[in-house]
């Protein structure tokens, strides 16, 4: 009924930059707070930024001051700016959204299935 689709992913060089998207699609009544999350492998899935429908962000401090988190409303759209990339950045990158459905009016989390992020040395 919902579905979040990450792009953007890819190889990117240490001290690069890369913007990842994610499109949320369905029976969406609206968006509240969405975020982004990243998982390295063999290790847990870790908050990366959050940002609420308002606009209010809350980044990690591993990536604060390096990446930034945007969202379109208008688009269902929400975005990560990834500045400066070190090689600890590589992960799957997850979209996370709590997305009010209509004809519901409980919001329910739902994940995207993750872009492959790899910097290089």
């Known amino acids: 009924q919902v579905q979040l689709v990450e792009s953007g992913g890819g190889l990117v060089q240490a001290g690069g930059s890369l913007t990842l998207s994610c499109s949320a699609s369905?029976?969406?009544?609206?968006?509240?707070?969405m975020g982004w999350y990243r998982q390295a492998p063999g290790k847990q899935r870790d908050l990366v930024a959050t940002i609420t429908s308002g606009g209010t962000t809350n980044y990690a401090d591993s990536v604060k001051g390096r990446f930034t988190i945007s969202r379109d409303n208008t688009k269902n759209t929400m975005y990560l700016q990834m500045n400066n990339v070190k090689p600890e950045d590589t992960a799957v990158y997850y979209c996370?959204?709590?997305?009010?459905?209509?004809?519901?009016?409980?919001?329910?989390?739902?994940w995207g299935q993750g872009t492959q992020v790899t910097v290089s040395s």
């Open positions: 369905g029976s969406i009544f609206s968006i509240d707070t």
């Open positions: 996370n959204a709590a997305v009010y459905i209509t004809p519901f009016r409980a919001p329910r989390d739902y």
